[in-house]
Protein backbone atom coordinates (compact mmCIF):
# COMPACT_ATOMS: atom_id res chain seq x y z
CA UNK A 1 0.00 0.00 0.00
CA UNK A 2 0.99 3.28 -1.04
CA UNK A 3 1.49 6.37 1.50
CA UNK A 4 -2.11 7.43 1.88
CA UNK A 5 -3.11 4.14 2.05
CA UNK A 6 -0.18 3.28 4.64
CA UNK A 7 -1.27 6.01 6.75
CA UNK A 8 -5.17 5.08 6.65
CA UNK A 9 -3.69 1.76 7.61
CA UNK A 10 -2.24 2.85 10.60
CA UNK A 11 -5.09 5.15 11.75
CA UNK A 12 -7.64 2.08 11.50
CA UNK A 13 -5.47 -0.21 12.93
CA UNK A 14 -4.66 2.30 15.79
CA UNK A 15 -1.07 2.89 15.55
CA UNK A 16 -0.72 6.45 14.33
CA UNK A 17 -0.58 8.02 17.42
CA UNK A 18 1.80 5.67 18.76
CA UNK A 19 3.93 6.43 14.91
CA UNK A 20 3.45 10.42 15.89
CA UNK A 21 4.76 10.01 19.47
CA UNK A 22 7.72 7.84 18.44
CA UNK A 23 8.45 10.14 15.65
CA UNK A 24 9.78 12.92 18.40
CA UNK A 25 12.76 10.84 18.90
CA UNK A 26 13.45 9.68 15.13
CA UNK A 27 13.46 13.42 13.91
CA UNK A 28 16.41 13.79 16.04
CA UNK A 29 18.73 11.19 14.01
CA UNK A 30 17.35 12.27 10.52
CA UNK A 31 20.52 15.10 10.20
CA UNK A 32 23.37 14.38 13.09
CA UNK A 33 23.21 10.12 11.09
CA UNK A 34 22.22 11.30 7.77
CA UNK A 35 23.04 14.62 7.36
CA UNK A 36 19.81 15.16 4.50
CA UNK A 37 19.53 18.21 2.64
CA UNK A 38 17.24 17.69 -0.53
CA UNK A 39 17.21 13.73 -0.72
CA UNK A 40 13.98 11.40 -1.06
CA UNK A 41 13.35 9.01 1.46
CA UNK A 42 11.64 5.94 0.74
CA UNK A 43 10.69 4.04 3.45
CA UNK A 44 9.41 0.28 3.41
CA UNK A 45 7.90 -1.41 6.42
CA UNK A 46 5.15 -4.49 7.00
CA UNK A 47 1.99 -4.60 8.67
CA UNK A 48 3.22 -7.20 11.84
CA UNK A 49 0.96 -9.38 13.20
CA UNK A 50 -1.03 -9.96 16.41
CA UNK A 51 0.52 -7.99 19.03
CA UNK A 52 3.64 -7.60 17.16
CA UNK A 53 3.36 -4.16 15.43
CA UNK A 54 6.55 -2.50 15.82
CA UNK A 55 7.84 -2.65 12.36
CA UNK A 56 4.36 -0.47 10.81
CA UNK A 57 5.05 1.96 13.52
CA UNK A 58 8.57 2.74 13.00
CA UNK A 59 7.86 2.95 9.57
CA UNK A 60 5.23 5.50 10.21
CA UNK A 61 7.34 7.33 12.99
CA UNK A 62 9.89 7.76 9.96
CA UNK A 63 7.70 8.89 7.40
CA UNK A 64 6.22 11.25 10.41
CA UNK A 65 9.54 12.78 11.41
CA UNK A 66 11.10 13.24 8.13
CA UNK A 67 7.09 15.18 6.72
CA UNK A 68 8.02 17.47 9.71
CA UNK A 69 11.29 18.47 8.46
CA UNK A 70 9.50 18.91 5.06
CA UNK A 71 11.50 16.12 3.56
CA UNK A 72 10.21 14.91 0.10
CA UNK A 73 9.06 10.76 1.76
CA UNK A 74 7.26 8.41 0.32
CA UNK A 75 5.96 5.50 2.65
CA UNK A 76 5.15 1.73 1.53
CA UNK A 77 3.79 -0.91 3.23
CA UNK A 78 3.94 -4.60 2.89
CA UNK A 79 2.08 -7.55 4.09
CA UNK A 80 4.20 -9.92 6.50
CA UNK A 81 7.14 -11.38 4.68
CA UNK A 82 8.20 -14.47 6.40
CA UNK A 83 11.63 -15.91 5.21
CA UNK A 84 11.69 -17.16 1.53
CA UNK A 85 8.86 -14.97 -0.06
CA UNK A 86 9.33 -12.23 -2.74
CA UNK A 87 8.42 -8.96 -1.42
CA UNK A 88 5.04 -7.27 -3.14
CA UNK A 89 5.46 -5.68 -6.40
CA UNK A 90 4.79 -1.99 -5.20
CA UNK A 91 8.05 -2.69 -3.41
CA UNK A 92 10.09 -3.97 -5.92
CA UNK A 93 8.63 -0.63 -8.04
CA UNK A 94 9.59 1.67 -5.58
CA UNK A 95 12.62 0.60 -4.98
CA UNK A 96 13.79 0.74 -8.47
CA UNK A 97 11.89 4.07 -9.11
CA UNK A 98 14.38 6.03 -6.45
CA UNK A 99 17.13 7.95 -8.17
CA UNK A 100 20.47 7.08 -6.81
CA UNK A 101 21.87 8.18 -4.10
CA UNK A 102 18.79 8.98 -2.01
CA UNK A 103 17.79 6.90 1.41
CA UNK A 104 15.95 4.27 1.85
CA UNK A 105 14.83 2.97 5.62
CA UNK A 106 13.66 -0.79 5.91
CA UNK A 107 11.59 -1.81 9.08
CA UNK A 108 10.41 -5.26 8.73
CA UNK A 109 8.79 -8.16 11.08
CA UNK A 110 11.17 -10.47 9.70
CA UNK A 111 12.36 -10.15 5.55
CA UNK A 112 11.83 -7.66 3.54
CA UNK A 113 11.35 -10.39 0.68
CA UNK A 114 12.95 -11.50 -2.85
CA UNK A 115 13.42 -8.10 -5.02
CA UNK A 116 13.18 -10.43 -7.87
CA UNK A 117 15.49 -8.13 -10.74
CA UNK A 118 17.23 -5.90 -8.30
CA UNK A 119 19.17 -8.69 -6.92
CA UNK A 120 19.64 -10.92 -3.60
CA UNK A 121 20.74 -8.08 -1.13
CA UNK A 122 18.69 -4.94 -0.09
CA UNK A 123 22.41 -4.19 1.18
CA UNK A 124 24.30 -4.39 -2.15
CA UNK A 125 21.42 -3.14 -4.12
CA UNK A 126 21.77 0.49 -2.10
CA UNK A 127 25.69 0.00 -2.08
CA UNK A 128 24.98 -0.12 -6.09
CA UNK A 129 22.35 2.90 -6.17
CA UNK A 130 24.85 4.75 -3.94
CA UNK A 131 21.58 5.41 -1.25
CA UNK A 132 22.25 5.54 1.99
CA UNK A 133 20.08 3.14 4.60
CA UNK A 134 18.94 1.37 7.64
CA UNK A 135 17.99 -1.78 7.63
CA UNK A 136 16.01 -3.52 10.74
CA UNK A 137 15.13 -6.73 10.58
CA UNK A 138 12.82 -9.68 12.25
CA UNK A 139 11.37 -7.20 14.26
CA UNK A 140 8.14 -9.30 15.19
CA UNK A 141 10.49 -11.54 17.30
CA UNK A 142 9.18 -8.43 20.02
CA UNK A 143 5.62 -7.53 21.39
CA UNK A 144 4.68 -4.16 20.74
CA UNK A 145 4.66 -3.08 24.21
CA UNK A 146 8.49 -3.36 23.53
CA UNK A 147 8.91 -0.34 21.33
CA UNK A 148 10.43 1.94 23.57
CA UNK A 149 13.05 -0.65 24.78
CA UNK A 150 14.33 -0.09 20.41
CA UNK A 151 13.44 4.04 20.76
CA UNK A 152 15.38 4.01 23.68
CA UNK A 153 18.13 2.48 21.88
CA UNK A 154 17.61 4.92 18.94
CA UNK A 155 17.78 7.90 21.28
CA UNK A 156 21.12 8.07 21.94
CA UNK A 157 24.37 10.93 21.99
CA UNK A 158 25.97 9.95 18.76
CA UNK A 159 29.13 11.76 18.63
CA UNK A 160 30.88 10.31 21.98
CA UNK A 161 29.60 6.98 20.81
CA UNK A 162 31.15 7.11 17.23
CA UNK A 163 34.21 8.11 19.06
CA UNK A 164 33.87 4.83 20.63
CA UNK A 165 33.60 3.06 17.48
CA UNK A 166 35.91 4.64 15.47
CA UNK A 167 38.93 3.60 18.20
CA UNK A 168 38.17 0.62 18.80
CA UNK A 169 37.83 -0.18 15.04
CA UNK A 170 41.50 1.14 14.70
CA UNK A 171 42.49 -1.64 17.40
CA UNK A 172 40.96 -4.33 15.48
CA UNK A 173 42.27 -2.82 12.29
CA UNK A 174 45.80 -3.12 13.19
CA UNK A 175 45.48 -6.44 15.53
CA UNK A 176 46.23 -9.66 14.67
CA UNK A 177 44.18 -11.92 17.30
CA UNK A 178 41.16 -11.62 19.64
CA UNK A 179 40.74 -13.28 23.09
CA UNK A 180 37.56 -13.15 24.63
CA UNK A 181 36.98 -14.80 27.95
CA UNK A 182 33.83 -14.72 30.47
CA UNK A 183 33.11 -15.86 34.03
CA UNK A 184 30.62 -18.02 32.45
CA UNK A 185 33.39 -19.88 30.66
CA UNK A 186 33.84 -18.62 27.45
CA UNK A 187 37.39 -18.74 25.95
CA UNK A 188 38.03 -18.02 22.49
CA UNK A 189 40.88 -17.28 20.11
CA UNK A 190 39.87 -15.22 16.93
CA UNK A 191 42.31 -14.80 14.45
CA UNK A 192 41.79 -11.21 12.98
CA UNK A 193 45.16 -11.03 10.63
CA UNK A 194 44.60 -8.44 7.81
CA UNK A 195 41.07 -8.04 8.44
CA UNK A 196 38.98 -5.00 8.64
CA UNK A 197 36.37 -4.37 11.25
CA UNK A 198 32.98 -2.33 10.57
CA UNK A 199 32.15 0.44 13.01
CA UNK A 200 28.18 0.34 12.49
CA UNK A 201 27.89 3.67 14.68
CA UNK A 202 25.24 5.53 12.82
CA UNK A 203 27.16 7.72 10.98
CA UNK A 204 25.45 7.15 7.17
CA UNK A 205 26.22 9.95 5.67
CA UNK A 206 27.99 9.10 2.66
CA UNK A 207 26.75 7.41 -0.31
CA UNK A 208 26.49 3.58 -0.19
CA UNK A 209 26.53 3.79 3.24
CA UNK A 210 24.29 2.19 5.53
CA UNK A 211 23.45 -0.21 8.59
CA UNK A 212 21.13 -1.10 11.58
CA UNK A 213 19.45 1.02 13.88
CA UNK A 214 19.44 0.68 16.32
CA UNK A 215 23.20 1.21 15.90
CA UNK A 216 26.15 0.71 18.74
CA UNK A 217 28.80 -1.97 17.14
CA UNK A 218 32.01 -2.76 15.89
CA UNK A 219 32.65 -6.20 14.06
CA UNK A 220 34.97 -7.82 12.31
CA UNK A 221 35.09 -11.32 10.46
CA UNK A 222 38.16 -13.83 10.66
CA UNK A 223 40.99 -14.80 8.63
CA UNK A 224 40.41 -18.44 7.26
CA UNK A 225 39.63 -21.19 10.07
CA UNK A 226 41.81 -19.22 13.16
CA UNK A 227 38.77 -19.41 15.37
CA UNK A 228 39.39 -22.06 17.99
CA UNK A 229 38.17 -22.06 21.66
CA UNK A 230 34.71 -22.54 23.44
CA UNK A 231 32.67 -19.92 23.86
CA UNK A 232 29.34 -19.45 26.27
CA UNK A 233 26.52 -18.41 24.99
CA UNK A 234 23.95 -16.38 28.08
CA UNK A 235 22.56 -13.72 26.32
CA UNK A 236 20.47 -14.23 23.17
CA UNK A 237 20.27 -16.64 20.29
CA UNK A 238 19.33 -16.64 17.37
CA UNK A 239 18.45 -19.23 15.18
CA UNK A 240 15.80 -19.72 11.47
CA UNK A 241 12.73 -18.53 13.21
CA UNK A 242 13.19 -16.44 16.51
CA UNK A 243 16.02 -14.57 18.66
CA UNK A 244 15.46 -16.17 21.83
CA UNK A 245 16.69 -15.16 25.28
CA UNK A 246 18.77 -16.94 27.08
CA UNK A 247 17.60 -19.31 30.30
CA UNK A 248 20.39 -21.96 30.15
CA UNK A 249 23.55 -21.00 28.70
CA UNK A 250 24.66 -22.75 25.33
CA UNK A 251 27.91 -24.25 25.45
CA UNK A 252 29.41 -24.32 21.82
CA UNK A 253 32.96 -25.88 20.94
CA UNK A 254 35.16 -24.13 18.39
CA UNK A 255 37.66 -25.93 16.17
CA UNK A 256 39.44 -24.39 13.23
CA UNK A 257 36.83 -22.31 12.50
CA UNK A 258 34.13 -24.60 12.87
CA UNK A 259 31.34 -25.18 15.73
CA UNK A 260 32.21 -29.06 16.81
CA UNK A 261 29.95 -30.29 19.70
CA UNK A 262 26.67 -27.43 21.17
CA UNK A 263 25.38 -28.48 24.39
CA UNK A 264 22.55 -26.55 26.54
CA UNK A 265 19.16 -26.99 27.15
CA UNK A 266 16.66 -26.14 24.98
CA UNK A 267 17.92 -23.09 23.38
CA UNK A 268 20.94 -25.33 22.37
CA UNK A 269 18.39 -27.85 20.79
CA UNK A 270 16.82 -24.92 18.47
CA UNK A 271 20.16 -23.96 17.46
CA UNK A 272 21.58 -27.13 16.88
CA UNK A 273 18.29 -27.91 14.70
CA UNK A 274 18.59 -25.10 12.72
CA UNK A 275 22.03 -25.90 11.99
CA UNK A 276 21.03 -28.89 11.01
CA UNK A 277 18.12 -27.82 8.65
CA UNK A 278 20.26 -25.11 7.35
CA UNK A 279 23.42 -27.88 6.24
CA UNK A 280 20.15 -29.83 4.63
CA UNK A 281 19.58 -26.84 2.27
CA UNK A 282 22.47 -25.66 1.95
CA UNK A 283 24.99 -26.21 -1.63
CA UNK A 284 27.70 -26.27 0.89
CA UNK A 285 26.69 -27.55 4.13
CA UNK A 286 29.70 -27.57 6.08
CA UNK A 287 29.76 -23.47 6.01
CA UNK A 288 26.88 -23.48 7.58
CA UNK A 289 28.74 -24.31 11.40
CA UNK A 290 31.89 -21.94 10.54
CA UNK A 291 32.28 -19.00 12.70
CA UNK A 292 33.01 -15.84 10.75
CA UNK A 293 32.38 -12.54 13.13
CA UNK A 294 33.01 -11.50 16.43
CA UNK A 295 31.32 -8.17 17.57
CA UNK A 296 31.35 -6.32 20.25
CA UNK A 297 28.28 -4.22 21.61
CA UNK A 298 28.86 -0.65 22.07
CA UNK A 299 25.50 1.38 22.76
CA UNK A 300 25.03 2.27 26.09
CA UNK A 301 21.37 2.48 25.94
CA UNK A 302 20.39 -0.99 24.44
CA UNK A 303 19.87 -4.05 26.56
CA UNK A 304 19.50 -7.94 25.57
CA UNK A 305 14.79 -7.80 25.12
CA UNK A 306 14.86 -11.09 22.18
CA UNK A 307 15.83 -9.31 19.04
CA UNK A 308 19.35 -10.06 17.87
CA UNK A 309 19.27 -5.72 16.22
CA UNK A 310 18.82 -4.55 19.59
CA UNK A 311 20.43 -7.40 21.66
CA UNK A 312 24.12 -7.20 20.18
CA UNK A 313 24.10 -3.37 20.28
CA UNK A 314 24.28 -3.94 24.34
CA UNK A 315 27.42 -2.16 26.03
CA UNK A 316 28.85 -5.02 28.27
CA UNK A 317 28.08 -7.91 25.50
CA UNK A 318 30.18 -9.56 22.78
CA UNK A 319 28.78 -11.98 19.75
CA UNK A 320 29.71 -14.28 17.42
CA UNK A 321 27.70 -14.69 14.28
CA UNK A 322 27.37 -18.59 12.76
CA UNK A 323 27.54 -19.07 8.86
CA UNK A 324 27.69 -16.12 6.12
CA UNK A 325 30.44 -13.51 6.43
CA UNK A 326 31.04 -12.54 2.70
CA UNK A 327 28.94 -9.20 2.68
CA UNK A 328 31.47 -7.61 5.46
CA UNK A 329 34.99 -8.80 4.00
CA UNK A 330 35.47 -12.59 4.89
CA UNK A 331 35.06 -15.78 2.31
CA UNK A 332 32.50 -17.66 4.11
CA UNK A 333 28.92 -17.84 1.92
CA UNK A 334 26.36 -19.79 3.83
CA UNK A 335 22.18 -19.58 4.22
CA UNK A 336 22.48 -18.40 7.04
CA UNK A 337 23.57 -15.85 9.68
CA UNK A 338 23.43 -16.27 13.12
CA UNK A 339 24.27 -13.76 16.02
CA UNK A 340 24.66 -15.77 19.60
CA UNK A 341 24.91 -12.98 22.35
CA UNK A 342 27.34 -13.74 25.53
CA UNK A 343 27.65 -11.34 28.47
CA UNK A 344 30.51 -9.39 30.61
CA UNK A 345 33.49 -10.39 28.26
CA UNK A 346 37.05 -9.32 28.60
CA UNK A 347 38.72 -9.20 25.25
CA UNK A 348 42.12 -8.75 24.57
CA UNK A 349 43.75 -7.88 21.43
CA UNK A 350 47.20 -9.37 20.70
CA UNK A 351 47.42 -9.75 24.45
CA UNK A 352 46.22 -6.22 25.53
CA UNK A 353 43.06 -5.60 26.99
CA UNK A 354 40.47 -3.74 24.76
CA UNK A 355 39.46 -0.58 27.33
CA UNK A 356 35.79 0.00 26.20
Not at 125 to 130: G, L, Q
Not at 176 to 201: Q, V
Not at 240 to 258: A, C
Request: net charge neutral.
Amino acid sequence: MDTIQAVQWLKANSLYESAEKTSFFLKKILTPCFGITDEKILIVGDQGFDNNRIAPILSGAYYLAAKSLNIDTKLVLQEFKPRGTNADEEVVNALSGLPEKNVVFVNMSDKVGSLGDLGKSFRKFCEKKKHRWISALSLGDLDTSKLGNVIEAIDVDYKPMQAVHQRIKQILDDGKEIKATSKAGTNLHYNIDGMKAIAADGNYKLPGTGGNMPAGEVYTPCNGKGVDGKVVIDGSSRNHQHTLVIKEPITLKIEEGSITEINGGEEAKKLEATLKWAEEKATHPKSVYRVGEFGIGLNPKAKIIGSTLVDEKALGTAHIGIGSNYWFGGSIYAIIHLDQIFKAPEIKVDGKKLEI
